[in-house]
């Protein structure tokens, strides 16, 4: 199979999502062969091609633009976030970091409620377990959906942290982020001291 033979799938697999060097050796190396090809063609629309080759994903974002400069229209939509899928984002961000710090395995892998105990110090309390874990579900759904968890197969109630998020929740995002924690929790504070008077 030649480059233009290629180029047509591979961007097309570009387009779809990530591309992740786990889940095949031919189309990723097709992306590395034709990683200079693909930038040209996703620039021409706007997109440049995000490519980590030391953790083995690659994927396409749009290029920023000046404020004041005419561009082309946004081609990937931005969709905001909850606070509760945020804040996951945050902890597994965190917990991947401390998983690289200490070297070893590749594949870092957290339980459904080991994720739940986390995030449990930044939820209002609840009275109800059930409603609890319900919730977390969801929240556990939609960021499983915007790939950066993966169920494990035959493994009930456990995800692979996919490597990728350390593209999408970097140390700006973190700060960011850390900031309207702080503001939550005064909020949050101030609350409760109008109801303790």
Avoid: C
């Avoid at 229209?73 to 905001?80: M, S, T």
């Avoid at 594949?107 to 986390?118: C, F, G, K, T």
Wanted: no cysteine; charged share 30%.
């Amino acid at each position: 199979m030649n480059d233009d033979d290629q180029l047509g799938p591979t961007l097309i697999a570009l387009f779809q999502g990530v591309i992740y060097r786990e889940a095949g050796a031919a189309p990723w190396q097709a992306l590395l062969d034709l990683q200079a090809r693909v930038r040209d063609y996703a620039g021409v629309i706007g997109l440049e091609l995000i490519l980590d080759e030391a953790e083995g994903y690659a994927y396409l974002r749009q290029r920023e633009q000046a404020p004041d400069a005419p561009g082309l229209p946004r081609l990937v939509q931005r969709r905001p976030l909850s606070f509760p899928v945020s804040l996951l984002l945050v902890l597994l961000r965190r917990k991947l970091a401390e998983f690289d710090a200490t070297g070893g395995d590749t594949r870092l892998v957290v339980s459904r409620d080991d994720i739940a105990n986390h995030m449990r110090l930044f939820l209002p309390d609840s009275a109800n377990e059930a409603r609890l874990f319900d919730r977390m579900e969801t929240h556990l759904n939609k960021v499983v959906e915007l790939g950066f968890l993966r169920r494990l197969r035959g493994q009930e109630n456990q995800y692979e942290v996919r490597r990728i998020l350390k593209a999408f929740v970097d140390a700006q995002w973190l700060d960011d982020f850390a900031a309207r924690l702080d503001n939550y929790a005064q909020h949050a504070a101030a609350l409760d001291d109008k109801d303790r008077a």
